[in-house]
């Protein structure tokens, strides 16, 4: 952390020569993103397995494919997004033209987290750089390998005097905090998203704060024997299979009616042996805990015995490789520190109601999530969902896949966050949208000029 005070007062400089401005700058640095990711293909995997021993598929539908993605999507849709907007003004304003022009913020800062090493860095980082900013970024300790590989590797692929990657921990993250930035977008706890938002009222600094929490989905008893297992394939896959559910998107908790749980969980116990064996700790489909800390987190998390003897399948641990089997539970105690904190993890609770309605009281008895999921047939029970109940994200059907797409905002409300990300959404939180008006000199209204006098009142 040595000279960060006048490293950081370089990029200030180097923003205001106006370099990173230019559309071709922004193109080849976005360019350069996209070497990074193909020349180190095999490193990130290698990165991503050793510290979360993340299968390469996964790897690459979830970070490598989806970056490459987004990149090319700004790529593509950068010109448009730099060109000014006009806009409409009323018909007073006689011979008067206005337009929205973006313009970068300066110099900004993204604190990324562990469980999506690469895409929770360089996602921010693409709509900083397509923006026209200067850029710091600190990923997570707790991912080494993938943080290591973002220091020491990925500088070499940019303007070093725009972008510079600092690892670290939370020591570091505090000391970043106390500088002074054009905006800053954070990735993690609430926590640590409190400590960030009370750092920048110091210099009135704008935050996205992409944050966590509950996110739960409801299951209504679907009829149709296809539309169960379909439901029941995308549920195990999102669950278990994004990172074990160490994902901030991740379905925490299912809710469904007390007559259809049975046939449910059935149907998720054969589909978890299907996908992940009859011993997941050998298929290397699951990913594992990050770290012993975390692991014993969740360990205790089933520790309580109303809570252990809510399992129905799983709940085998080995902490020496950090992995934690598929687990489902059925009404665990709503007050048990596994329906009250959230699980990011491989452990599911099912939680039964008399009604599938009543699933909207339950959700709005607690905090905003992230991402609500709704697997349902019943159109009038969709819209209450759309209607009633509030989160960042509402998906019918299926599971985080609206993380990919970069024609929705990314982002939560209240306790799961503050602003939002991903393809134009990105260019958006990390530009200024300056109103600029342009006035003819050739006439003008006489009465909007004092002196003023009852018959120009009167008009
Ligand atoms: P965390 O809050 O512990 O850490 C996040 C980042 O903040 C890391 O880079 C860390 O080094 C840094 N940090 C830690 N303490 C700090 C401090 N005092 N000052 C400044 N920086 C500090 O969270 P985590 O364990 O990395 O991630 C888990 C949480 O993140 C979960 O709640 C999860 O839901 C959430 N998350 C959200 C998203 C999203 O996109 N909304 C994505 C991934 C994770």
């Given at each position: 952390m040595e000279g960060l005070e006048s490293d950081l007062e370089d990029m200030r400089q180097y923003f205001r020569s106006g370099k990173t401005k230019d559309a071709a700058w922004r193109q080849s640095q976005l360019k350069g993103l996209l070497l990074f990711m193909k020349e180190n293909e095999k490193d990130i995997f290698k990165a991503l397995k050793e510290d979360l021993g993340k299968h390469h598929a996964e790897a690459y539908r979830d970070e490598i494919g989806t970056l490459r993605k987004s990149i090319n999507f700004a790529l593509q849709g950068l010109k448009e997004w730099m060109s000014g907007k006009a806009a409409k003004l009323p018909k007073?304003?006689?011979l008067t033209s206005a337009e929205l022009v973006p313009e970068p913020l300066g110099l900004v800062l993204v604190i990324s987290s562990w469980n999506f090493p690469f895409g929770l860095s360089l996602e921010p980082l693409i709509g900083a750089i397509a923006a026209g900013n200067t850029t710091v970024l600190k990923p997570s300790d707790l991912a080494p390998a993938c943080a290591s590989l973002l220091a020491n590797v990925l500088p070499t692929y940019l303007d070093n005097k725009a972008v510079k990657v600092i690892p670290g921990g939370g020591a570091v993250g505090e000391h970043l905090l106390q500088q002074k930035w054009d905006k800053i977008l954070f990735t993690g706890s609430a926590r640590v998203g409190r400590i960030v938002m009370s750092a920048a009222v110091k210099h009135l600094t704008p935050v996205v704060l992409e944050l966590g929490g509950k996110c739960p989905a409801v299951v209504d008893c679907l009829s149709s024997s296809w539309d169960k297992q379909v439901a029941v394939n995308r549920i195990i896959v999102s669950k278990f299979g994004a990172c074990a559910g160490q994902a901030?998107?991740?379905?925490?908790y299912i809710l469904v009616e007390r007559r259809f749980a049975s046939t449910l969980v059935d149907l998720m116990k054969v589909m978890i042996k299907k996908m992940f064996g009859e011993n997941p700790r050998e298929t290397n489909s699951v990913a594992r805990i990050v770290n012993r800390q975390h692991f014993l987190r969740l360990k205790n998390l089933l520790s309580d015995s109303a809570v252990r003897n809510s399992i129905v399948y799983g709940g085998s641990m080995d902490e020496k490789n950090l992995f934690i089997e598929p687990t489902i539970l059925v009404d665990?105690?709503?007050?048990a520190a596994i329906m009250a904190e959230?699980?990011?993890?491989p452990l599911l609770p099912i939680i039964t109601l008399d009604?599938?309605?009543d699933s909207v009281t339950f959700i709005n008895s607690r905090p905003k999530p992230l991402a609500i999921y709704a697997f349902t047939k019943n159109e009038k029970f969709r819209r209450r969902m759309v209607s009633e109940t509030s989160s960042g994200s509402l998906v019918f059907n299926?599971?985080?896949?609206?993380?990919?797409?970069?024609t929705l905002p990314f982002g939560g409300i209240g306790?799961?966050?503050v602003g939002k990300y991903h393809g134009k959404f990105s260019f958006e939180t990390f530009s200024h949208y300056k109103a600029v008006v342009r006035r003819s000199f050739l006439t003008d209204f006489?009465?909007?000029?004092?002196?003023?006098n009852d018959y120009k009142l009167s008009l």
């Open positions: 007073i304003a006689l901030c998107i991740a379905i925490d665990p105690p709503l007050d959230e699980i990011f993890g009604k599938i309605e299926d599971a985080v896949i609206q993380y990919a797409a970069d306790e799961s966050g006489w009465f909007r000029f004092p002196p003023w």
